[in-house]
């Protein structure tokens, strides 16, 4: 299920959406790779990451709504799904903003 369909628990918007990226086809090989299925370099790690925290967040977002209807069998395992995928979507944005800052970084040096 899409964290979109929770809207009661107010996580909707673009922000929540986990798309992977396409690799640009032709550059270094790296985008033959990608589209061959292969997993390995760092395109291949950080698309499997990806696709894991979107597992974690589809787990969650699935727990929670079983818990909103009551079918949920114990609340600490819906506790400790929804705080993973949180934690997850934090390191997530850290990295993120930390591989933009040393992208601008490297745009700024001089040579």
């Known amino acids: 299920m899409p964290i979109e369909a929770i809207s009661a628990m ?8 986990i798309s992977i990226p396409e690799a640009p086809a032709g550059v270094d090989g790296v985008g033959d790779a990608a589209q061959a299925g292969g997993d390995s ?10 696709e894991n925290l979107q597992g974690l967040q589809t787990d969650a977002a ?5 818990l ?8 600490s395992q819906v506790v400790m799904a929804v705080e993973k995928a949180r934690l997850s979507m934090q390191l997530a944005a850290s ?4 591989g ?12």
């Open 41 to 50: 370099g760092f395109g291949g790690m950080l698309t499997n990451q990806l």
């Open 68 to 75: 909103a209807t009551g079918t949920a069998e114990d609340a």
């Open 100 to 111: 933009l800052e040393s992208f601008q970084e490297i745009f700024r040096t001089q040579v």
């Open 62 to 66: 699935a727990q929670s709504q079983a």
């Open 95 to 98: 990295l993120r903003d930390k």
């Open 10 to 17: 107010g996580v909707t918007g673009p922000e929540w959406n």
